[in-house]
């Protein structure tokens, strides 16, 4: 691809950084290393015309983890790293509100729910919710964020749920709203965005970065970092990251829906919510995690059939309802639940992992991988 001397020198010439990947986690780095260093200029590549990975194809839960995924959590952690989470979790969905409004993003706190078909499960979780609201209440500020909410059940039209526990803190987003309106914001702070360009090689050459592309163009800055989750080991073979495909749909719009919020299933592995008076249904993963390890978008039979059935017998029994759309996302996951920003060379830092709570914490991610990158300036 042939440019201008104009066009080579008012984008590719003289940059600072090199942020690779447009989703929740790049542009809020490059959000902050505007907010922090004006003067430096910055460019976010990224591979789709959209963000290629989970971002804005995600369900857009803004929480901090239902009971039985703490529980999980406990049995591979230590409490305080459990709690840590949460507290990023939480923070980080502050952050996101506040730089760029509830309206913006769509933000409504109208509660989330775990749905329980099995007793022992639930009774666990129940003798556990005066501990978690002791941790939780230190963090949101708030009492019995946790509740029991089997009264509920009839109300919503669950058939084979036997218990409901509430998380009054849990909200919801739209990730389109959120990913254009991290896009705005950082091109009118002058950040460069570029859609529809894959850097395929990445080099550290001591005094900078080179970025090979698809485009047969290198891109030169002085220092990269990769925010790519899923997809970073294409770049970066060293780094533990797993990808894990997210399959979803979404219902036409259904008269009179008694679904409101953000629910929970099965250990957190099925998840809903309305979206108007249509319902978003996603998760499945679990069906089979070998082929949903990849990093191919898609969908399968196994899990859209397995979708549905839930939707027919679980969620909407008495309401017939119509799939109008599916789709995939990528995740980046790990052997913990902790995310890699850390430099990867002198002049090449990383902020991937983010195990599916993306919307949660990758706000502070960004902000994180953005401080490293200056250390390398």
């Not at 998380?167 to 570029?194: F, N, P, R």
């Not at 900078?208 to 002085?222: C, L, P, W």
Request: glycine share 10%; proline share 3%.
């Amino acid at each position: 691809m042939q440019f201008s001397f104009w066009e080579r020198d008012t984008y590719f010439g003289n940059l600072d950084v090199l942020v690779i990947g447009s989703g929740i986690v790049g542009l809020n780095a490059a959000l902050h290393l505007k907010n922090t260093q004006p003067q430096l200029k910055v460019m976010v590549v990224e591979r789709g015309l959209l963000p290629t990975g989970g971002s804005s194809k995600n369900a857009g839960f803004a929480c901090f983890g239902s009971p039985s995924e703490l529980l999980e959590d406990l049995s591979r952690h230590s409490e305080d790293e459990v709690f840590s989470l949460v507290e990023r979790r939480w923070k980080g969905l502050q952050r996101l509100r506040h730089n760029l409004g509830d309206s913006a993003i769509d933000y409504h706190r109208w509660g989330g729910y775990e749905l329980f078909d099995e007793e022992a499960l639930y009774e666990t979780c129940a003798d556990r919710l005066s501990y978690f609201n002791r941790h939780l209440q230190r963090i949101v500020g708030e009492p019995d964020i946790y509740r029991h909410a089997d009264h509920k059940i009839d109300a919503f039209g669950f058939n084979k749920v036997l218990h409901l526990i509430e998380s009054t803190a849990e909200g919801q987003i739209d990730t389109g709203k959120m990913i254009l309106a991290l896009t705005q914001k950082v091109q009118s702070m002058g950040v460069l965005v570029l859609n529809a360009l894959e850097v395929k090689q990445l080099y550290d050459e001591g005094t900078g970065i080179a970025a090979t592309t698809d485009k047969g163009i290198t891109i030169k800055a002085r220092a990269a970092l990769v925010a790519t989750n899923g997809f970073a080991q294409q770049l970066l073979p060293n780094l533990s990251v797993v990808p894990a495909r997210a399959q979803v749909l979404i219902t036409k719009p259904i008269p009179d829906l008694k679904v409101k919020g953000t629910f929970h299933y099965d250990r957190g592995y099925y998840y809903f919510r309305n979206i108007g008076n249509r319902v978003l249904f996603g998760g499945g993963r679990h069906l089979d995690f070998n082929a949903e390890e990849t990093s191919e978008l898609g969908l399968t039979d196994l899990v859209q059939q397995k979708l549905e059935k839930l939707l027919q017998e679980v969620i909407l029994p008495d309401t017939p309802f119509e799939v109008e759309h599916r789709w995939s996302g990528i995740m980046g996951m790990g052997n913990e639940k902790t995310t890699l920003v850390q430099p990867v060379s002198e002049k090449i830092s990383c902020a991937i992992r983010l195990s599916g709570m993306g919307v949660a914490i990758g706000s502070l991610v960004g902000e994180e991988g953005a401080e490293l990158v200056m250390q390398q300036l």
